[in-house]
Nanobody, 123 residues
Framework: QLHLEESGGGLVQPGGSLRLSCAASGFIPDYYAIGWFRQAPGKEREGVSCISNSDGTTYYADAGKGRFTISRDNAKNTVYLQMNSLKSEDTAVYYC????????????????WGQGTQVTVSS
């Protein structure tokens, strides 16, 4: 059974950086994608980024373009989200999730996700 565990969240000042990690235990097929989405209180789920498990192709939603970088370490079965130049509107719980394809990840058709990690951007 697949288990995803996020870490790396916390309190950071505007303009700061954080690196989130998503450690996966269990089998993820090569054709799957792993992505990050976030959800702020009272707001809908918002896609951030996705990465293909097979060839590392990446996708960034508007929320993640320009300031965020997704990467993976297959040896560690871990996906990362490097977040730079953080803004107050980035405050949310960040989740990592799997999707059967990169395309489905882009459309937020996630299959499994973790418990999330809180990111708070505030001075």
């Amino acid at each position: 059974q697949l288990h995803l565990e996020e870490s790396g969240g916390g309190l950071v000042q505007p303009g700061g950086s954080l690196r989130l990690s998503c450690a996966a235990s269990g089998f993820i097929p090569d054709y799957y994608a792993i992505g990050w989405f976030r959800q702020a209180p009272g707001k809908e789920r918002e896609g951030v980024s996705c990465i293909s498990n097979s060839d590392g192709t990446t996708y960034y939603a508007d929320a993640g373009k320009g300031r965020f970088t997704i990467s993976r370490d297959n040896a560690k079965n871990t996906v990362y989200l490097q977040m730079n130049s953080l803004k107050s509107e980035d405050t949310a719980v960040y989740y990592c999730a799997t999707a059967p394809t990169l395309r489905l990840c882009q459309f937020r058709r996630y299959e499994d996700w973790g418990q999330g990690t809180q990111v708070t951007v505030s001075s």
